[in-house]
């Protein structure tokens, strides 16, 4: 018999409807949550369970409930959650079975509430699109049009619709009057599939630019279906903004969020807020991880506009908690905040900041808890070690890292499965854990000495130091000790996707509305 309490669907349906605040955690590796899942559920796998929980759930007395589809994760977590002091954890009352026979809705994919939440605002604003073939004749005929890509720069560099400019979501409105000064200049919106461009299209609108704004249906995805090239390697980026064009940004981002019932703060109440022992207050810088790294607010997490909209459940995993958004000209805040409280958040903007404020510098690091005790090595022991035969060792990092460059004969493994992964693996006098920087590599290092009973080790610096004292690597799938269901392959990254998969997360997309109105929890409103 269990020691961890229960909680029902009903539960966390009421809490929901009530706007209470809730941590859903569904503690599966990211393949599987995919394949369907609560729409408020938060994905956080046990294998990266300490060095995530901390940053998405920050109130220890957060109502927790975890779960599983009944591989036995969830109780591991949810006693692991209390060990790190999480004071409220229930297991969910049957699991994600549980779920379903309860009569509950269950979404598949990623960032699911951001994408249904997308397609609710096209259907109900009718958000103007263009075909990828209606924007191709457009260019091929040299139209009066830029293409606004609406992505991370990563995602545009790896492709991109042709004469595109990287431009990511909450840059937009601050910026497109710089890229079509000419307000006779057709501006077009895209993303890899429907959700970033529809959003950044709307905001266009909403912000009331002159210019005519249509978002490219079904972003690249669309543009491949319809059997046109798409670029690679691009680095066309926005420049500057003038004071003018800045102000007139600031006035219109203001005058939509204020539609939206954006709220209004200081610091002083941010201060207050984040001494509140019952609720959850989260604070976001959202504008570029350039500007941030340069100088932000203390405490405030890296979080650019259009990710923050787009990832909302990855970013602030307790679903009811109070959002505080941070920049420096009103412009990206304010646009981003009106979208986060269309989807039903609290949301706030921090008015009256000056430059000194910005006071921090560098890059963000999440909040971990104490790594147990280790015995670290040098990359030239293990190197020395390797080379003697009798060393195994083990990396925890993702797999798509593992594929891209490892340590000559590791051997890739997920945490949550470490029993299993032993028993494929050959045995060894010692082992020595890595990962990128060994950060998630020591949690595992107490586990792997009680199965093994022999003599652990942690690589110092991870698999970084290796590769910075130029040592060998290999690449590819070469030691898998489980399958890879840490990443969800998602038919909108990358360029090698079958077109069957696209088109079937189209047609989902296009089916999501309907859920939402069978799920009834959301809280969206589109204004």
Known sequence: MSRIATRSFADIRAALLAREELALLDVREEAPFAEGHPLFAANIPL??????????????????????DGEGLAERAAERLLALGYRDVALLEGGLAGWREAGG???????????????????????????????????????DVVVLDARRFDEYQTMSIPGGTSVPGAELVLRVRELAPNPATRVIVNCAGRTRSIIGTQSLVNAGIPNEVAALRNGTIGWTLAGQQLEHGQSRRFAGV??????QAAASARSVADRAGVGRAGLADLARWREEAGRTTYLFDVRTPEEYEAGHLPGARSTPGGQLVQETDHFASVRGARLVLADDDGVRANMSA??????????????????????????????????????????????????????LVLDFTTSANYVKRHIPGAWWALRAQLPQALEKL??????VLTCGSSLLARYALDELQALTGKPVFVLA??????????????EGETALAVPRSDRYRRPYEGTDNPREAMQAYLDWEFGLVEQLGRDGTHGFFVI
């Open 47 to 68: 294998s990266r369970l300490e060095i995530e929980v901390y940053a998405r759930a920050p109130r220890r007395s957060t109502p927790v409930t975890v779960y599983d």
């Open 105 to 143: 809705e269950l979404f598949i994919d990623v960032n699911v509430p951001s994408k249904a939440f997308g397609e609710l605002v096209e259907a109900e604003r009718h958000t103007p699109s263009l075909a990828a073939e209606e924007v191709k004749a457009l260019l091929d005929e040299k139209a």
């Open 242 to 247: 003038s004071a003018e064009n800045r102000a």
């Open 338 to 391: 009106s979208w986060l409280a269309q989807m039903g958040w609290e949301v706030h903007v921090l008015d009256g900041l000056n430059a000194a404020e910005f006071a921090e510098r560098g890059g963000w690091s999440a909040p971990v808890p104490p790594a147990p005790q280790s015995e670290d090595i040098a990359p030239e022991t293990l190197r020395a070690w390797l080379a003697g035969g009798d060393t």
């Open 426 to 431: 050959p045995p060894a006098q010692r082992y």
């Open 461 to 474: 610096g991870g698999t970084a130091a290796w590769i910075a004292a130029g040592l060998a690597l290999e």
